[in-house]
Every structure is written in structure tokens, then in C-alpha cells.
């Protein structure tokens, strides 16, 4: 059965760092999402996207965050300058035809 | 703007007892509601949904979901818990809005079953 995929499983990082979390969705899927879980708090959507582009996006995604397919078959999710606040799970999901999102296993990120 | 309500953050229920977690939804069209699960260290797996029609939904590992307009709810409930249920159960709403269908979370129930 197809599944979305997500690396690396855990990432530390200095506050500040850059860090690109990827995530390959199921293919021939055409709608993408990036979530995030801090921990003991619920799941918070951060952005959607398609056709290319980000559809639409909460207060949470700034200018520090930016997502792109840079390959037809990645999708990536990049903050810039991470802070301390960006420690959480963050999980990718895609979406088919139907209105079912299939989320991948999380990428669990640490910032000290 | 779209909410769920999860009542009940921690539910514990003895093996071969009902399980029934809560779910209250708010939603200005009519919802797209979802429940999902999340093992420890895992991600989050579909349980059921509910789009339109029959307003009792059957998903997987034996729960079921019934949509109830008048009380805007979702309840999950399983007849007979097992240890293998003990997890955490997210309720979702789906937002049509905007080209996707965005979910909105409650903040989880955590189920546990005791022998």
C-alpha cells in the first residue's frame, strides 16, 4: 500500500539553522500539507499546496517558512532561521482525488 | 472559522469495555469529519470518515462514528476496547475553503485500556 514517506526521522539544530525537513508524498497525489504537533499540543495545519503553489497557509507560516516540489516527487519544507518554538513534530500528509489526507510518520525537531 | 471539541483529554476504560471518545464540532458548511489515530512514535492513521450519506460510519479495527447534526457531534465509539487500542484519537474537521481541504484538530484524547 502506498504511504508518504518523511526524512530524516529526527533533526537537532542550533537556534538560528536552517533546516529542510522533506517528505515525498504518494504519487499521483496533488494536494500537499505540512502540519505540526509541539509537543503535548495538538495537530496545527500549517500550509497547504497545489498545482505548484501554496494554496493556503496559517499565522503560523511566516516569512521563515517556505515549502516547495522541487522534483515532481519531494516535497520540502525549509525554515530558515529556526527559533526555539519551532521544536515540535512536524508531519507531511497528501491528498488524492478523495477528500482522505494520508499522513506520513513525522519528523521529529529539536532546537536548542 | 472551523473547531473541534475532544472532551476528555485522558479516557480509561478496562479491555472488553465500550469505548466512547467525544467530539463536538463547529463549522459554518456542512463538515467533512475525520478520526485519527496516532500510536506512540507514529504518525496519524485514518480511522474513519464521514463526507455525506449514511450518517453511521464504520472505519477500521472495529470503531464506528455516528454524525449527528442537531448536536454537532462525532462520537467514536468501539464496543469492546482491546489493549491494542490504547493510543491517542485525534477528531478532525475539514475546511472546503481554499482549494483544499485543510483540517482543523481537536487536542486528542489519550485512551487507555487496563486489564
Known amino acids: 500500500e502506498p504511504e508518504v514517506t518523511q526524512t530524516p526521522s529526527h533533526q537537532v539544530t542550533q537556534m538560528g539553522q536552517e533546516v529542510i525537513l522533506r517528505c515525498v508524498p504518494i504519487?499521483?497525489?496533488?494536494?500537499f500539507y505540512w502540519y505540526r504537533q509541539i509537543l503535548g499540543q495538538k495537530v496545527e495545519f500549517l500550509v497547504s499546496?497545489?498545482?505548484?503553489?501554496?494554496?493556503?497557509k496559517s499565522e503560523i507560516f511566516d516569512d521563515q517558512f517556505s515549502v516547495e516540489r522541487p522534483d515532481g516527487s519531494n516535497f520540502t519544507l525549509k525554515i530558515r532561521s529556526t527559533k526555539l518554538e519551532d521544536s515540535a513534530m512536524y508531519f507531511c500528509?497528501?491528498?488524492?482525488?478523495?477528500?482522505?489526507?494520508?499522513f506520513g510518520p513525522g519528523t521529529r525537531l529539536l532546537v536548542l | 472559522a472551523q473547531s473541534v471539541t475532544q472532551l476528555g483529554s485522558h479516557v480509561s476504560v478496562s479491555e472488553g469495555a465500550l469505548v466512547l471518545l467525544r467530539c463536538n464540532y463547529s463549522?459554518?458548511?456542512?463538515?467533512?469529519l475525520f478520526w485519527y489515530v496516532q500510536y506512540p512514535n507514529q504518525g496519524l492513521q485514518l480511522l474513519l470518515k464521514?463526507?455525506?450519506?449514511?450518517?453511521l460510519v464504520k472505519g477500521i479495527n472495529g470503531f464506528e462514528a455516528e454524525f449527528k447534526k442537531s448536536e454537532t457531534s462525532f462520537h467514536l465509539t468501539k464496543p469492546s476496547a482491546h489493549m491494542s487500542d490504547a493510543a491517542e484519537y485525534f477528531c478532525?474537521?475539514?475546511?472546503?475553503?481554499?482549494?483544499?481541504?485543510?483540517?482543523?484538530f481537536g487536542t486528542g484524547t489519550q485512551l487507555k485500556v487496563e486489564l
Open positions: 464521514y463526507t455525506t450519506g449514511a450518517t
Open positions: 499546496f497545489y498545482n505548484n503553489e501554496i494554496s493556503e
Open positions: 478532525a474537521v475539514s475546511d472546503l475553503r481554499g482549494g483544499g481541504n485543510k483540517l482543523t
Open positions: 463549522s459554518s458548511v456542512p463538515p467533512y
Open positions: 500528509a497528501s491528498q488524492g482525488a478523495s477528500e482522505t489526507q494520508y
Open positions: 504519487s499521483n497525489h496533488l494536494y
